[in-house]
């Protein structure tokens, strides 16, 4: 799409709405964006847009909403929303620029609009962004196998959102038998309560529920613990309206499908930030490139893979895959990858399948870098929820708040009820007022008291007359005699000068002496004047008071005397208050913008000067208190906002793969680099919905580890597509691929070579564990840099094994524990393993504080659980610590305990035949693993290619482990544990 200008040739009428008009009230009003709209329009820059149903008209600080009216001829102003960032984003993605000189017009109700005379012009605007989108070039046309690729994806797609609405529609409700309210931290409002179920369930974090009969009541599981359900509800719940017995329902949800339908459409349509992303996924076709060797991170990392993975990732222009054994450091090699493109002005996405992989990285990203978290706060981790968007908004406003508190406190005097500088003001201008009153009434009693003192002193007027001139005489001829004496003096002192030597001497001693008896007879006469003076003065002095003698016994004049001294009372007090008031304002003022000094004036025209002063700067900062005040104010209400420009301004961007594109905030924003970790983990599907948005990727996983989730009814599902004659056997060949192998897989050892690298130095394990993971997993290419075991009181090899074999088959066999292990088939338990577990876990407990087990089934891991609280206690500890190997990808302990759970004469080892749960189990330890298990089932399994790996397993233990029977183990743990009591 893009910009097309069109002139609207007539007037155009908008009738506001009340609710704009309460809206905009008391800042705004919309004649003023009505006039803005005009300003725009004359310049021929009025951006619209077209949209369903309305058309959006952008001011200079705001869009609104114009909805046709029935008769075609003018608009209603529905809506006003302040213009934003996503706002501009639109307009870039194109516009109609409206001009015209007939203008727009407000009118206050649609009656009030003249007939005939405005118009919409709605045709003449549809048709130009019909015009304007016929100018958007067409989306590119795919070649054939690209189209197949994306059928075959979408069919993936609706096919797993079948069957997994179906199941959660099967699910039969979830009863529990108690409810309380719990105390947990929150962020929100939102009501959070636990319950005590009949019965364990296989409900997810994040899964949506409603009380059974209640559907408004809604929330999302937080937290699953055995029978312990967690649950934050939508909002604000009365904890009376939840029964105290009572049941849960799962709602259906299909969002990751949409997500990944989404997602498969944009690529459809060529709406993608990497236009060539279908050549990678379907003809592995990427661009060549080159690296640079100068290129050097924050922290040093390994030649082995860490350092060329960093310089590749730098300059890859479409996609990079880094094969990430165990304990060889991708998390930090990411983060460096992360800190240099950073630093180059690119945005970042971080992503995974899971929460606690986003979250891994997020631990070690410095803190210099603008990160922003986004996604369910229940799942994150502790730091990861310091990054939550919702707290950097709080961040940032209680730091606005306290930066500008100071301002608000000395603008306060500007603004409010009690607004300190508007009194002063007005009382500056009131004492000027009251001055300048009685400055007046003042001259006017002076003018009357001038009259009467003439007529009280009528009677002497002439001889007050005669001897003010003698006075005046007098003093006019001793002024003259001074001068002529001073005039003589200084002649006389020049002459006096230079008669002291030279030819002329004689000559200036002669005019010396002439001008000292000029300056003689001038003094013999001053004396005689200055005695005149004397009676002069002394004769008019005499008849003034006889005057004022006549004045004072005048009622008239005195009355007018004292009228005169009251005014001029008045006016010196007048002044003084508006002194007063000036301090007062210019302090004021001061406090907020410099000022020069205060100079109290001497006349009331430069008091006015001042005042006008004084007035111009309170208007000011009356508006600037206000606009400070409701920008205070407002901070609050802009929540949303203020999420959408943080994570728009951030360097770096963390969220599930999912996640971002679920997450409003994260709509229609596009990144620079998209790093996926644990890459080898997702499905395509999934994996696709963050790549569109970013222009290049780095894809950082291990495909010898846990592959891509199916359960049981998409596993069936592929499975009855090779006997689909309606399908093409390529077809679903390549559907079965899509769905066994994560895209990372598929991709690795196929793509060009500059294209992937592995990292080969593990630092996690000792060369006796390492050694195993990288024959068995990695061809022998992983090499081990480790300090080696640390004493370990049982075994005397990292590598250890317990071996049930030397017992009866009835003793260490397997028991079903039923179906319902995450929809793979029968759960499992096996006693005896349990019982050495949890011995074995206990007396390690005070040798590795850093321990783990790990089962392959949930029914066992809960059995060993329940063991250990008998004997650790019930502590998290215990909780957190035991679990499936689901939950410790990319984790790491100090101690590994596996079990293997499987005894049994057939052979049948269960989902144990994924080989990489193996090599995710033993992976874990960073001192000791110990393994507990059957070697008669593991060594004799049916699936060839466990049976194989157990043998070389068996082997590596020979050579460079400890394998004890289990009689043998239980005898030292009986004599431990003697000895400790």
Not at 328 to 352: D, M, N, Q
Not at 440 to 454: F, K, M, N, Y
Not at 868 to 887: K, Y
């Amino acid at each position: 799409m893009t910009t097309v200008r069109v002139f609207l040739p007539g007037p155009v009428a908008v009738i506001p709405s009340q609710k704009v008009r309460d809206q905009l009230a008391p800042r705004l009003r919309p004649a003023h964006l009505v006039d803005n709209i005009n300003a725009l329009a004359r310049a021929g820059a009025l951006p619209a847009r077209m949209e369903e149903k309305h058309l959006a008209v952008y001011t200079d600080t705001h869009v609104v909403g114009l909805y046709v009216t029935e008769l075609g001829d003018a608009y209603r102003l529905g809506w006003a929303a302040p213009r934003g960032f996503r706002d501009e984003e639109r307009l870039l993605r194109g516009a109609l620029l409206l001009g015209g000189a007939a203008g727009w017009h407000e009118y206050h109700q649609i009656r009030d609009v003249p007939r005939g005379v405005t118009s919409s012009h709605m045709a003449l605007l549809r048709q130009a962004w019909a015009d304007a989108n016929r100018l958007q070039p067409p989306p590119p046309r795919l070649p054939p196998r690209h189209t197949e690729y994306l059928d075959l994806m979408e069919q993936v797609i609706e096919a797993g959102r079948d069957i997994e609405v179906a199941r959660q529609r099967a699910e039969p409700p979830i009863h529990y038998r108690r409810r309380e309210s719990t105390r947990e931290e929150r962020r929100s409002a939102s009501g959070v309560y636990a319950f005590t179920l009949v019965r364990p369930t296989t409900l997810a974090a994040g899964a949506v529920v409603h009380l059974a009969d209640q559907p408004e009541l809604r929330g999302k599981v937080k937290r699953l613990e055995g029978t312990n359900l967690v649950v934050r509800f939508d909002g604000p719940i009365d904890y009376g309206r939840i029964p105290a017995q009572g049941a849960l329902t799962v709602m259906p949800s299909d969002l990751v499908f949409r997500a990944q339908a989404d997602a498969v459409a944009a690529l459809r349509r060529g709406e993608v930030s990497n236009p060539e992303m279908l050549r990678w996924f379907v003809d592995r076709q990427l661009a060549p490139f080159r690296t640079d060797p100068m290129a050097r991170p924050r922290r040093a990392l390994d030649p082995g893979g860490q350092l060329p993975a960093f310089q590749k990732a730098l300059a890859v222009p479409d996609v990079l895959l880094i094969l990430g054994p165990p304990g060889t450091g991708k998390t930090r090699t990411i983060t460096e990858i992360v800190a240099a493109c950073t630093a180059r002005g690119e945005r970042v996405l971080v992503t995974s399948h899971t929460n606690r992989a986003v979250d891994n990285v997020l631990q070690q990203l410095p803190e210099d870098i603008r990160t922003v978290r986004v996604g369910n706060e229940d799942a994150m981790t502790g730091r990861a929820r310091e990054l939550m968007v919702e707290n950097h908004v709080t961040a940032a406003r209680e730091h606005i708040l306290a930066a500008t508190q100071a301002m608000a406190s000395r603008l306060a005097v500007f603004t409010g009820e009690a607004e300190a500088a508007g009194r002063w003001l007005v009382h500056l201008t009131d004492s000027l007022d009251a001055a300048h009153r009685a400055e007046q009434e003042a001259a006017g009693l002076a003018a009357s008291l001038d009259h009467a003192v003439r007529r009280a002193q009528a009677p002497l007027a002439g001889r007050l007359a005669a001897t003010g001139s003698r006075a005046e005489a007098a003093r006019a001829a001793a002024e003259r005699l001074r001068a002529r004496e001073s005039q003589w003096e200084q002649r006389h002192a020049r002459a006096h000068a230079r008669a002291g030597a030279g030819p002329l001497a004689f000559f200036h001693r002669w005019l010396a002496d002439r001008r000292l008896g000029r300056l003689h007879a001038v003094r013999r006469r001053l004396g005689p004047a200055h005695a005149e003076l004397a009676d002069a003065t002394a004769a008019h002095d005499a008849v003034r008071a006889e005057a004022d003698r006549l004045v004072a016994a005048d009622p008239e004049a005195t009355g007018l005397i004292g009228a005169r001294d009251a005014a001029v009372g008045r006016r010196k007090d007048a002044a003084a208050e508006a002194g007063r008031s000036a301090e007062m304002l210019w302090a004021m003022v001061a406090q907020v913008v410099p000022v020069p000094p205060l100079a109290v004036p001497d006349d009331l025209a430069a008091w006015r000067v001042l005042r006008d002063q004084f007035g111009a700067s309170v208007r000011m900062l009356r508006g600037r208190a206000g606009l400070l005040a409701e920008w205070r104010d407002g901070i609050g209400d802009a929540e949303l906002d203020l999420q959408r420009e943080f994570v728009r301004y951030a360097d770096v961007v963390a969220a599930t793969c999912i996640g971002t594109a679920t997450s409003k905030l994260l709509a229609e924003l596009q990144f620079d680099l998209a790093i996926v970790d644990e890459a080898g983990q997702i499905s395509t599907p999934n994996l696709l919905v963050p790549l569109i948005r970013a222009k290049r990727c780095v894809l950082v996983g291990d495909h010898m580890q846990l592959p891509p989730y199916l359960d049981d009814e998409v596993r069936q599902w592929r499975e009855s597509l090779a006997r689909d004659a309606a399908l093409p056997r390529e077809a679903a060949r390549e559907i079965g691929e899509l769905l066994r192998h994560s895209a990372f897989e598929r991709l690795y050892g196929t793509v060009p070579p500059d294209h992937q690298v592995m990292l080969a130095v593990q630092r996690r394990m000792p060369q006796e564990i390492g050694r195993f993971v990288s024959d068995a997993f990695y061809q022998g290419s992983l090499l081990t840099d480790h300090s080696g075991g640390g004493g370990d009181p049982v075994f005397t090899s990292p590598f250890a094994m317990v071996d049930t074999a030397d017992l009866s088959a009835g003793e260490r066999g397997e028991r079903s524990a039923g179906r319902g292990e995450g929809g793979n088939g029968h759960g499992w338990v096996n006693p005896l393993e349990a019982d050495l577990i949890v011995r074995l876990v206990t007396r390690y407990a005070r040798h590795y504080r850093d321990w783990a087990v790990i089962l392959p089934y949930r029914a066992q891991a809960e059995r060993i659980r329940a063991g250990l609280r008998n004997t650790l206690g019930d502590g998290p500890q215990v909780a957190d610590n035991v679990g499936t190997v689901d939950s410790f990808q990319g984790g790491e302990r100090d101690l590994i305990v596996y079990g293997f759970t499987g005894s049994n004469p057939r052979g049948e080892v269960g989902f144990l035949t994924e080989l990489r749960r193996l090599n995710v189990a033993v992976s874990r330890a960073k001192w000791q693993l110990v393994l507990v298990g059957d070697t008669t089932t593991l060594g004799a399994a049916r699936d060839e290619g466990f049976r194989a790996l157990m043998g070389r397993m068996l082997d590596h233990l020979g050579e460079a482990g400890d394998r004890r029977p289990s009689a043998e183990v239980r005898a030292r743990l009986d004599r431990a544990e003697g000895e400790f009591l």
